[in-house]
Each structure stands twice: as C-alpha cells, then as structure tokens.
C-alpha cells in the first residue's frame, strides 16, 4: 500500500520540527499519534526515516528522499483542489508567505485586501528573519517569499514589488539630530543597537559601514525592531532600520532620521518563488495584487519623520 496523505503530512511536520512533540503541537494530536503514523510510514516504505544523534532528531538519506516526494505529492494535492475551485470560479485554498520580519509594517495591509476581495482564501503567515525566509525559499516551503532585497545565490524568480530604503535612526534630543550630510565615520563612533545575526537589515546596514572599511560599535542586539526603537529612545544608541518601521511613529515622534551621506539606503522589497515552481491560482492572484499595490501601501505607511 502507498503512503497515505495523512501520514506524509504528519512525517513532513515532524521534519521540519526534528520533534514528535512539537509536530504533536502543530498537528493537535496526540505524541504517540505522530509516532504511529511515522512508524507505520516507515513500515510501509520499509526504511527508517529519522535517526536520532544525541538528543536530535535527524532526517536519514531514506527520510530526506521521503521528504522531497512528499512535498512535491502535497503541493499537488493542493495544486488539484485549487484548480478544481478555479473551475468553479472561485479562488479559494491556502496561501503561505513567509516574510521577513520588517515587511509587518506594510504586509498584513495587503493581505486584508487581498482577503476583503477574495474571501474563500486561507492564509498561513509566517514572520521570520531574512535568514530563515532564504532556507525556507530554499526548501520550496512557501507559496511566496517577502524579502527586504533579493535573494542570494538562490536560483529563484524575484520582483521588485516597493522601495524599502534603511535610514539611521536617533532619540530625538540626540547631538547628531539636525546636522546635515553628517559623515558615516563620524555615524560609526556612536554606539549602535543592531538586529540579530541573520537579519536582512543589519547585514545591509553592516555592508554599507563595511564597504568603507568601518565596523559599527555593537552596544546592544536585539531580534525585534520594536525593541530596537525603544532602546534608542532610551538612549542606548543609534540604530539602522528599515523606513517602513517608522510607520505608527508619526513627525513629531520621539525617534528622528539622521541625515547621513549614503542614507536612506535604497533597497527593494522583493516577492521571490523558486524557478521553476508552478504557482497556485491564489499565489498568482496574491503576486499581481502585491505588484499592484505594494508600492502604493509602503508609502501610505511610511509616514517617516523627515530629517531633522
Ligand atoms: P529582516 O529583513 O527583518 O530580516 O531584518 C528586513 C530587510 O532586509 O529589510
């Protein structure tokens, strides 16, 4: 007998969590379900799919080629059901983003339009750093990826769908508010509070300052860019973020936009796919809808205070 659906659903969460337990949580089953049907999966395919070393779980070479296959069979499966509501004339199904964690700001505006127009849709989001977006886009894990540049050494389709400059950021009352075209040396002196490693804005941020031969002076990391604004409002740096942060700071906010020679930088948000994947009807729909109107809700959201 063939794999079922089902037990290649629940093998593939437990992949991707490398835990009975946590795919258990995902799936609102029970843990010795999830095992069960990995076991009887493994029965049938007569090859053990995970091996554990130490404490991790791991996929063995059976489990990898397992993988591949079933999630080529379950996009299918999806493929067919939305192809079958496309005859219907209905765009209905599933769509998943995965994005980056800065496209928060203009993103879920977007979707609730797209949703409004198309109501039958279900959308499974998920909000990540630029590091987890490109191994998930490696993986084929998502219908679109929403990334603040574009992917590298990926092989991937990517469109330029709005602007997504970086701007340095500082407390109101800071001593660099109000000069003009300060220098980035002078910028790479204060202290800085940086994302994450993995993140897409600090690796731009750090590209910028290191292609000048400066390192930015690390007070402080943080994986949040609200985080972020508040430590500066706080006082404990400078920050580089993406303008789009700035979109409920309103002019008279406590943060102000240093004018810094080579800022804003200008970047793109990017919509990317894997070549070669055939997109759903509803992906498709979603990537005009995004092409249409990113632009338009960057900038509506983008109320950045001008610099000082
Ligand atoms: P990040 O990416 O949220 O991973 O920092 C955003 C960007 O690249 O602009």
Redesign the pocket.
């Known amino acids: 007998m063939p794999a079922s659906l089902r037990q290649l659903r629940v093998f593939l969460a437990v992949a991707r969590h490398e835990s009975y337990t946590r795919a258990a949580e995902e799936l609102h089953l029970t843990q010795p379900a999830v095992f069960a049907q990995v076991k009887q999966l493994e029965d049938r395919l007569g090859h053990p799919l995970f091996e554990r070393i130490g404490k991790k779980m791991f996929l063995t070479e059976a489990g990898k080629v397992t993988a591949q296959g079933a999630r080529e069979s379950l996009d299918a499966v999806e493929r067919m059901h939305m192809r079958l509501a496309d005859m219907r004339g209905l765009r209905q199904g599933k769509l998943n983003l995965a994005?980056?964690?800065?496209?928060q700001y203009f993103l879920p505006r977007l979707l609730g339009s797209f949703c409004d127009a198309n109501p039958g849709i279900e959308v499974a989001l998920m909000v990540?750093?630029?590091?987890?977006?490109l191994e998930r886009l490696s993986r084929n894990e998502d219908d679109l990826c929403i990334?603040?540049?574009p992917p590298e050494g990926l092989d991937v389709i990517a469109t330029a769908i709005a602007d997504?400059p970086?701007v340095i950021l500082a407390r109101h009352d800071h001593p660099l508010v109000g000069s003009r075209n300060i220098p980035p040396e002078r910028v790479a002196r204060e202290p800085f509070v940086l994302?994450e490693p993995?993140?897409?804005?600090?690796?731009?941020a750090e590209r910028f300052f290191r292609a000048r031969g400066l390192t930015l002076p690390m007070r402080m990391e943080l994986g949040s860019?609200e985080a972020i604004k508040q430590a500066v409002i706080g006082g404990l740096g400078l920050a580089a973020?993406?303008r789009?942060t700035l979109a409920l700071e309103g002019q008279t906010g406590q943060l102000k936009v240093l004018d810094v020679d080579g800022f804003p930088l200008l970047?793109q948000?990017q919509v990317a796919y894997p070549r070669g994947k055939h997109l759903s009807v509803v992906a498709q729909a979603f990537l005009d809808h995004l092409v249409a109107h990113a632009q338009q809700a960057v900038e509506s959201g983008a109320r950045a205070p001008a610099p000082a």
């Open positions: 994005i980056v964690s800065t496209a990540t750093n630029r590091q987890t977006v990334l603040g540049t997504n970086l994302r993995g993140s897409g804005t600090r690796l731009a860019n973020l993406s789009d970047r948000w």
